[in-house]
């Protein structure tokens, strides 16, 4: 297996450059990293030359929350659908071609904007766009199915590879999530395996908490201790974390905006026992596998998505809280279900291990003192004390499952994603002949 080792490589002929590039979960950001292996064999280093990160335009964030809403109302749609035998299929060919003119449109605006990003990331190095192997991307995606055929669901990407491969002549790493769902796994954690990879070179072991869309957390085994240990890492997907706070901080503005900076507005409400009680009792009755594991665009149960919530409250007329109390008591319920959730797990933990908190929840003022008072007396540690920019770090580890599909290295830890098997994780387009030459020779190191 590769080793992460904290140190900046010079341009050489015996490093191999890879390129991640990660569009976030609710395409805002667009982050990018060029790494660099020592080899293709076991043991070999990983190493980080650059990693940047870039907001990207309203328009394709509004156009990918347009196109997840189409989606989700038409699988609502679709029992209706079926149970009317008269009902024609015009109308849903209608919403898949709506669906379909919204996909490309995103697909071609985040190519022309992954180009620019890569001409970025290369302009701040030494290393020459000739020699990189390889190009890996990774996004969001959504999930879809058809109304009319018993075939599971589809996920189909946000970015295009095979464009990218066309518009910079590189080889492009796609669908790392759709191959892993290929062999009955979920499509989650795809990063467990590069997260051990960057982050388990310690005595210590690890335990990475991200509060972003949803609150996750991974349990990082020491490598040094164990050169084996990733088949212990461990994983959890607790609640949503900031597409609750930002859905209720719309509300209580008005839809004036979507993100409390610093948690300025959610420390302004209290905290609502009644509410808090309200919300897991209605996680409770709905069940964590309320859908089946391989999901849609809502990963694991439908209690993880932010409108369940909101859904629960506007469906029981008898409780009216305040917008600012609601923000605030979302807060605590994100830190104490995160903190309970790890308590409930700590027999599978080895004692003594770090936590380290990354995220853009965690600018949260009121999130983060919450956590820090459910965690004391452990101290929070940042991806920074590691090497790594914290709004940059997925692409690091989109590039290390780059460098791991073309170096043959199964990628998969079926223990957590319920694959059937160990496999390859990705899907390449090749760019020029002469880039394409690379990429063998590389495989052939």
């Not at 450059?17 to 667009?30: D, E, M, Y």
């Not at 957590?416 to 690379?438: H, I, M, Q």
Request: with cysteine; glycine share 6%.
């Amino acid at each position: 297996m590769f080793f992460f080792k904290n140190k900046t490589p010079s341009s050489s002929p015996s490093v191999h450059w890879f390129v991640g590039v990660h569009i976030s979960s609710n395409a805002r950001k667009l982050e990018t990293a060029l790494v660099g292996l020592e080899a293709a064999r076991p043991g070999a280093g990983v190493l980080l030359q650059k990693s940047m990160s870039f907001d990207l335009p309203e328009e394709i964030f509004t156009a990918f929350e347009e196109l997840r809403a189409q989606l989700d109302a038409e699988r609502e749609e679709a029992p209706t659908r079926n149970a009317s035998a008269n009902d024609a299929s015009p109308s849903s060919g209608s919403d898949a071609a709506s669906d379909l003119t919204q996909l490309f449109q995103i697909r071609v605006m985040l190519t022309s904007l992954q180009v620019e990003a890569l001409e970025a990331l290369l302009a701040e190095t030494d290393v020459r766009k000739e020699e990189i192997v390889a190009v890996a991307i990774n996004d969001p995606g959504v999930w879809t199915r058809s109304a009319d055929w018993d075939a599971p669901p589809t996920r189909c990407g946000l970015a295009d590879g095979a464009a990218l491969a066309e518009k910079t002549g590189l080889n492009v790493v796609d669908a790392f999530v759709g191959k892993d769902w290929s062999t009955e796994g979920r499509g989650l954690p795809v990063f467990a395996l590069p997260y051990w990879i960057l982050l388990g070179g310690s005595e210590r072991d690890r335990l990475l908490i991200d509060l972003g869309e949803t609150a996750r957390w991974t349990y990082i085994p020491s490598s040094t201790v164990d050169k084996k240990s990733w088949s212990r890492v461990a994983f959890q997907e607790v609640v949503p974390c900031g597409s609750l706070l930002n859905a209720l901080t719309e509300a209580t503005t008005k839809g004036q905006t979507r993100l409390d900076v610093g948690g300025r507005l959610s420390v302004q409400g209290s905290r609502n026992a009644e509410l808090l009680d309200f919300w897991r009792e209605a996680r409770r009755a709905r069940g964590k596998d309320a859908l089946p594991p391989r999901y849609f665009s809502s990963p694991l149960s439908s209690t993880l998505d932010a409108p369940f919530y909101l859904e629960a409250l506007q469906k029981d007329e008898s409780r009216r809280f305040n917008a600012l109390d609601a923000l605030c008591t979302a807060v605590h319920y994100v830190a104490e279900s995160i903190a309970e959730n790890v308590e409930a797990n700590a027999a599978r933990f080895n004692e003594p291990f770090d936590v380290v908190l990354t995220g853009a929840a965690k600018q949260n003022g009121l999130l983060f003192n919450r956590l820090s008072a459910l965690f004391a007396p452990r101290q929070f540690h940042s991806l920074d004390e590691y090497g790594f920019l914290e709004d940059s770090f997925d692409a690091v580890a989109v590039a290390t499952l780059g460098a791991l599909f073309a170096a043959g290295v199964p990628a998969s830890l079926p223990q957590l994603t319920g694959a059937a098997r160990e496999s390859l994780l990705g899907r390449v387009s090749p760019g020029t002949p002469e880039n394409w030459k690379r990429f063998w020779q590389f495989r052939l190191v």
